[in-house]
């Protein structure tokens, strides 16, 4: 398979123009639904409905809990009903879940990660697909959203103990966001060929004589959803390298599209809500500018086709989607890794060695570029709250963001969130590779084969979903433990996120003065995607040495 340098080139610039187009417009949409005080009569139902007061705002801690009772109750709801599958209507004629696999997908489809330990086409029908994985895809992606609504408004006031309120930003979320736009998307891919469907259908072929069964199903709306959302679960094993959910380069291209369109759009509604475009402005320029080196960088490797594997293979092609071609796969995993999507339309173990430690350093960075719906967004700021520390320490004065004093407390709670995702990473990837029994999941030899536990767990605690192939966690062991991996990877971080809203929203503003670090423009971009880099380097680089590098530098 030859790399076409002039498509890949094409379609990025087409992905930076049409990002660029929506930027402004959706931004404003955003700020404009979780700044308003109307609710629709629809949202007044759901109030009703679920009891809740839309006029009480809570504190940082009773957000906090209703975070987590929601995400609890999703993970038990699904879990039960996956269980007794078999006695529900659309159950394509399959026995409830195996409990290991059950439990694994509960976990997995509520923290947004959609990790899938399971064959979709002979493991859930439609009921499953799309009342319990579906709906999740929803959800799990409105809350990383309300979550960085919820940090912006405790930079945004002052002298006050309530971030909103979690129902109502939920509520909106799924509402006016995620439901019309997703309604949208799925009416472009079923134009596109993408199946739409209720039932699997019985083909003759009339040269052989034999019958085949061909999956169908609601594919559409649940890609549309599971794109958008930067969630990842396809209905089909194969993802978005099967033809039913990814039919044309279109529809492909259409769908990195989707994966970029809420997070790159998200920090226009922060410049607009804390009052300052220009924040706004800088935040996405750091976030375009990573995305735009990892694609070029994970272009080159693929390219470049390097490591003893892929010369074995005879190139290219191998777990290459010949539809789409090496130069539109490099961008689709570039998008899908840099977001907590996990989506893929080219077999990540395929991809070159170097190729697949860009993938893997995309999610070690926190996925923020632009990173999941919501929770790219948090990462970042959290980190340039960091670079004003650095940048307070270089000038003697006690930092400052955006006229809140950054003491202690809050350089403890954000000290925390980098370290969090990092030591569960490293932690759970270096007690598999000690397990004799563990490590065999992974049946590579060398460094591939400690490439392949490391991406599992740095896909599982950045809530990816994206794996290499070669590796089964279906078994008791790695499901659990790629289960508490996802749970600490999603909810460690969202606890410390809202402490810390909780904390800039009680402080009085300061006015700026002289000795103030700006925190936009190109000289604070500089110094905030030097700070994402050197961190994740600190991290991660002795890892990914016996990974990736080690196998991309072999002859």
Known sequence: MVFNVASFVTQVAV???????????????????????????????????????????????????????????????????????????????????????????????????????????????????MCLLAVQNFLSAAVGIVVVVALIRGIARTRTDRLGNFWVDLARTSFRVLLPMAALAAVVMVIGGVVQNFWSTDVVNQATGV?????????????????????????????????????????????????????????????????????????????????LASTLLMGWA???????????????????????????????????????????????????????????????????????????????????????????????RTPEFLGKKVGPREMKLTAMYILVTPVVVLATAGVTVLLPDAVANAPASGPHQFSEVLYAFTSGANNNGSAFAGITTSGPYLSTMMGVAMLLGRYLPIVLVLALAGSLA?????????????????????LLLSVTVILTALSYFPALALGPLAEGLLK
Do not use: C
């Open 15 to 129: 992905l930076l123009l049409l990002l660029v187009l929506v930027h402004k417009p959706l931004g404003i949409y955003l700020a404009r639904v979780f700044e308003g005080n109307k609710s629709t009569r629809v949202e007044r139902l759901f109030y009703r409905l679920a009891g809740v007061d839309a006029g009480a705002e809570q504190s940082w801690s009773i957000y906090l809990r209703s975070v987590l009772v929601f995400s609890a109750v999703s993970i038990l709801g699904v879990f039960l009903l996956e269980r007794l599958q078999g006695i529900l209507p659309g159950n394509n004629s399959l026995p409830g879940v195996d409990p290991w696999t059950a439990v694994n997908t509960a976990i997995s489809f509520a923290t947004n990660t959609n990790w899938q330990t399971y064959t979709p086409e002979t493991t859930v029908g439609i009921f499953v697909q």
């Open 302 to 396: 693929v390219a470049g086709a390097q490591g003893t594997a892929t010369a074995v293979a005879g190139g290219l092609g191998e777990g290459f989607e010949q539809r789409f071609g090496a130069a539109q796969s490099s961008i689709f995993a570039t998008a899908t890794t840099l977001t907590s999507t996990g989506a893929i339309n080219v077999a990540h173990d395929s991809l070159p060695p170097l190729a697949g430690g860009v993938a893997m350093v995309n999610m070690m960075l926190g996925e923020v570029a632009p990173g999941g719906t919501g929770s790219g967004l948090y990462g970042l700021l959290i980190l340039a709250i960091v670079s004003v520390f650095i940048a307070g320490l270089m000038v003697g």
């Open 506 to 526: 009680k402080q009085p503003r300061i006015p700026a003065s002289s000795g103030t670090v700006p925190t936009h423009g190109w000289l604070f971009g500089s």
């Open 211 to 291: 019958t085949q069964t061909i999956p169908g199903g609601p594919v559409a709306s649940q890609e549309a959803i599971k794109i958008l959302g930067t969630n990842g679960g396809g209905y089909f094993n194969a993802n978005s390298a099967h033809p039913f959910e990814n039919p044309n380069v279109f529809i492909s291209l259409f769908e990195v599209f989707l994966i970029l369109l809420i997070p790159s759009a998200l920090p226009y509604a922060y410049g607009r809500m804390v009052g300052d475009q220009r924040q706004g402005y800088t935040v996405v320029g750091v976030m375009g500018t990573l995305w």
